[in-house]
Structures are given as structure tokens and as C-alpha cells.
């Protein structure tokens, strides 16, 4: 009897250790401790003991039940502390976290839109360095030596022949030295001014340029781009106007204003757009093209005037500063 004792111990002990879940405790519990348990039945055995055998062994038996019975109530407790532990972690009661999402930045969005509609006027996308050489900003473009622009006022010169390029236009100059026409493209890009900072100005801005090169362009088709740009951006009603002006780069030129009325009903007025004009032949030759055979035309928007008459945006420095309440909006 006492070596049966010690076996079912053991066997008690060792099935305790495999179990994972309330119901194979419940089964286990049911096959030692229930009423036909393994356990239970030695009580039964126990009766048909000589008296002096009984005393040592019922003392056994006693111990076997009541620890059984305690490691069986410790392995449950347990269980059930395992799974309400699990829940702990999650309080279902907390409001979730909210995902911000981001938008793309106002100049971004009109850069894209305003590549959508050249792209569907046939004109393909290139892009130029914001550092450039004074030789392609300038020189190339037909600048004479002495003219203003070159003042070291507006131009963040970098060191005698390299500086933050001041326009798009040097990346016509790239394109045309590097491809043979027929060409059609627009060059957008960050441009740099050194000019006093204000509500119209700042020293860092985005052009598009526009060129396209062939044999037969005229100024009139210039119009219908620009035109058809204009009314394709702010819609069919939108008030325009070419005024005679002069670049180096272009002859003739034009400066092309847009109507605007203020939101708040105050009087309204032109406010200019763009520059453009038919590609000086000049250029063209410096460029390695012949300007007996090709013509062209050619523009330059500013990206944050162009957004700002759209959006009724009166400051150009808001687009820089990086407010969230001011970007937002859009
Ligand atoms: N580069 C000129 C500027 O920054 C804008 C411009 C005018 C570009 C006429 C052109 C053009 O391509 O034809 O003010």
C-alpha cells in the first residue's frame, strides 16, 4: 500500500505538470480526486487493511489527499490568474488613438496641377540644379556684363562664377545644348532672390519655365498655351492680358497679368503671372541651334503668385513659415 501511495503521487504530479488549460485541470481533478478518482478508491482499498497497518497508512493517505487537493487549487488559481492578466494590459474603455494624416504642401499641390495641364499641352517635365554657374544664369541668357540683375542684390552669389540660380531659365539653356529640337518641356524648380523679405517678397520662390522649339512657332501659339493654361487653372471666365515688356532671352516679350477681386470686396486689380516671349535667336545660336531654321517661345511663372491669386493668399512668406492652421486649409 505504501508503494502504491508513492506511484500515484508521483503520477498526480507528473500529469499536473502538462497541464495547460481549466479543462484538463477539471479532468484531472476528476480522475484522482472524484468520487470513483484514483485516490478516492484507495480509501476504499484502505478499509480492507489490518488494524495495525491502518494507522500508518491512513495518516499517508491523509497527506496524498490534501496536498493533492492544494497543488490541484494552486495550479488553478493560477490559470485564472493567466487569463485575467491578459485582459489587464487592454482597457477597452480608453478612446482609440487618432491617426493624423498628413496633405501635401499648397505649393506642391499647385506644382502638380500645373504640370498635369502642360503635360496634357504635350509638354514633357525636366529639372536643373538650384546651384548654378553665373555663365548659364546669366551669360548664356544673353545678359549684357553691366545689366542689374547681376547686382550682387539679388544674386546669392556663391563665389565669382557659381551661384543660387535666379530664374529656370538656365535650365533652357541646359536642355537645348544637350537635345536637338524638336523640344517641348516645362522646368520647374526653388529659385533664390536676395531682396528684402516682405509680404510680396522672399528670397526663396518656385518658377515653371516653358520653352518649345521648332521650326514653325509662332507668338500666337504662345497665346493659346498661356491662355489655355490660364483658363484650364482658374477657369473659362478668368480675365488676362499680354503687356509688351522686355527680357534679354526674348524678342518680342510679354508680361501677362491676371484680374484679381479680393475676397473681402474691395476694389480689384492685375496682379502678373509670368514673362515670356519668343526665344531671342541669340540664344538659340549660343546654344549650338540655328536660329534661320528654328524659332521658339518661351515662359517663366512664378508658382507662388500663380498659387496665392488662386487661393487668395496674401502673404507669400506664409507658405515658408510651416504653420499647420495656415496649411491645413488646403
Ligand atoms: N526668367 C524670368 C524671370 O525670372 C521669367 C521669364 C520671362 C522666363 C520670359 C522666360 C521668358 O522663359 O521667356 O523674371
Avoid at 2 to 31: G, P
Avoid at 298 to 319: C, H, N, P, Q
Wanted: hydrophobic fraction near 35%; glycine fraction near 6%; charged fraction near 30%.
Amino acid at each position: 500500500m505504501h508503494q502504491i501511495i508513492n506511484e500515484i503521487r508521483e503520477s498526480f504530479d507528473n500529469d499536473l505538470k502538462i497541464v495547460t488549460s481549466a479543462e484538463q485541470l477539471e479532468n484531472l481533478r476528476i480522475a484522482y480526486l472524484g468520487r470513483k478518482g484514483k485516490i478516492s478508491q484507495l480509501f476504499e482499498d484502505f478499509k480492507n487493511l489490518p488494524n495495525e497497518e491502518k494507522r500508518t497508512v491512513g495518516k499517508e493517505l491523509n497527506i496524498l489527499k490534501t496536498t493533492s487537493q492544494n497543488k490541484f487549487d494552486e495550479m488553478k488559481e493560477k490559470l485564472s490568474e493567466g487569463s485575467s492578466n491578459g485582459n489587464a494590459d487592454i482597457d477597452l474603455t480608453l478612446p482609440g488613438r487618432k491617426v493624423e494624416v498628413g496633405t501635401k504642401h499648397i505649393l506642391t499641390q499647385t506644382l502638380e496641377e500645373m504640370r498635369d495641364i502642360f503635360r496634357g499641352l504635350g509638354f514633357s517635365v525636366h529639372e536643373g540644379p538650384e546651384l548654378e554657374s553665373d555663365h548659364l544664369n546669366f551669360e548664356m541668357l544673353n545678359f549684357p556684363a553691366d545689366h542689374p540683375a547681376r547686382d550682387m542684390q539679388d544674386t546669392f552669389f556663391v563665389n565669382k562664377d557659381f551661384l543660387l540660380r535666379t530664374h529656370t531659365s538656365p535650365v533652357q539653356i541646359r536642355l537645348m545644348s544637350n537635345q536637338k529640337p524638336p523640344l517641348r518641356a516645362i522646368m520647374p524648380g526653388k529659385v533664390y532672390r536676395n531682396e528684402a523679405i516682405s509680404a510680396k517678397s522672399y528670397c526663396l520662390f518656385h518658377q515653371v519655365e516653358g520653352l518649345y522649339i521648332d521650326t514653325d512657332v509662332t507668338f500666337a501659339e504662345l497665346k493659346g498655351t498661356i491662355v489655355s493654361f490660364a483658363q484650364q487653372f482658374y477657369g473659362k471666365d478668368v480675365k488676362y492680358r499680354f503687356r509688351p515688356s522686355f527680357f534679354p532671352f526674348t524678342e518680342p516679350s510679354a508680361e501677362v497679368d491676371i484680374w484679381w477681386e479680393p475676397a473681402n470686396g474691395k476694389e480689384g486689380r492685375w496682379l502678373e503671372i509670368l514673362g515670356c516671349g519668343m526665344v531671342d535667336p541669340n540664344v538659340l545660336e549660343n546654344c549650338g541651334i540655328d536660329s534661320e531654321k528654328y524659332v521658339g517661345y518661351a515662359f517663366g511663372m512664378g508658382v507662388e503668385r500663380i498659387a496665392m491669386l488662386k487661393y487668395g493668399v496674401s502673404d507669400i512668406r506664409t507658405f515658408f513659415d510651416n504653420d499647420k492652421r495656415f496649411l491645413k486649409q488646403f
